[in-house]
């Protein structure tokens, strides 16, 4: 379009947006949970064209030491060149560095996830939850999507039971039994933008 | 990891659950050598890639975009007797470069995001396989970038990205003289040298030797081999890439399917 800015006043003078929608309107949305079995849990998330995966992986590690009785879940998006030609590859840049970080409040922040609960025991060994996010299709409002795609992967993780052994103090994983995560808030994001 | 600051810090280090874990992996079944996995081939399904292409075999997800042509970076070219069909000289061709990712969570362990020295390989793999294929000569001063990036790791990764890209270049409408299909094959350890086509991951795992050949179809010329491991005499090895030249010629017709389906849905959804 050579005048973007009419272009858009014109359908927002009739309350819609060039592509159909209502002022307040999503995308259409689908997910597909489930999908990597070599993920501990997944979901893709469909927001109209963008797209994003969200593979969580599941590692023992020691947890901190200001903090012993807790886990960690690390996010970290994505933005790799196939999703748009505005990346390049390399390590991450501005845009998926903010959005790496708002993961992380929104984690922190909404409590979805009690760091406690990765806590095997105390001082010796936690669950760290590496939630690893890629943008599939970069086309817009990525914000919104990862924070869905991450909620769907979490309620999707199914964590082996742990316990330690007392003789050999080493833990003893049980790859048969598997449990749900205790997710005790759903966050959901919405975006906006003021146009004029 | 300690010194980078782009990413939220996590951990020193961890450990995956499976070095605890009591059982094992069961063997592989026994199967037929040269048996396919079904293959699920879709172009033209990313919306800001010029060209796009997603690939599952078995367990492997491969997907894979292309953008350009677009302004080579660096122009240090020379001349040279130029070529046939109107094509530019030979050292103002375009030129293809191509990057390969795994996706973290795609194997049994986790892999932190900066993948190193494999992913380079195979990248360089993808580049020269694909080279053969495309008519660089068309895009003087060009470059063109193809990425493709594994979600799950089910085995024949590389052949797999190798098919999904050649999907993707021809769904970006690049000129190319075919199409290139490619196939791994791994040889179990032991006495008897059988090779098996198209390996699951469990398989790769505890293969002796692996290979990944690249064919371009139509015209019956080998693009790309690359292999490793203890393969046993030489006649093992070219009794390998005959077995996977020929797993190449049964996958092209899912392919061209593939191909005229994507272009009959962009032909439906450009307006008339």
Known sequence: TVEPLEYYRRFLKENCRPDGRELGEFRTTTINIGSISTADGSALVKLGNTTVICGIKAEFATPPTDTPDKGYVVPNVDLPPLCSSRFRSGPPGEEAQVASQFIADV?????????EDLCISPGKLAW???????CLDYDGNIL????????????????PE???NEETALAEVNLKKKSYLNIRTHPVATSFAVFD | MPGDHRRIRGPEESQPPQLYAADEDEEPAARDPTRLRPVYARAGLLSQAKGSAYLEAGGTKVLCAVSGPRQAESSERGSGPAGTGGEAPAALRGRLLCDFRRAPFSGRRRRAPPGGGEERELALALQEALEPAVRLGRYPRAQLEVSALLLEDGGSALAAALTAAALALADAGVEMYDLVVGCGLSRAPG????WLLDPTRQEEERAAAGLTVALMPVLNQVAGLLGSGEGGPTESWAEAVRLGLEGCQRLYPVLQ????????????AAPP
């Open chain 2, 257 to 268: 399917q593939c191909l005229v389906r994507a272009a009959r849905r962009r032909g439906a």
């Open chain 1, 107 to 115: 984690i922190e922040n909404s409590q979805m996830i009690q760091k």
């Open chain 1, 128 to 134: 760290v939850l590496y939630c690893d996010l890629i």
């Open chain 2, 191 to 194: 006495p008897a040298p059988t």
């Open chain 1, 144 to 159: 919104d999507a990862c924070t869905f795609a991450l909620l769907a992967a979490l309620k999707n993780v199914q964590l």
């Open chain 1, 162 to 164: 742990v316990s330690i």
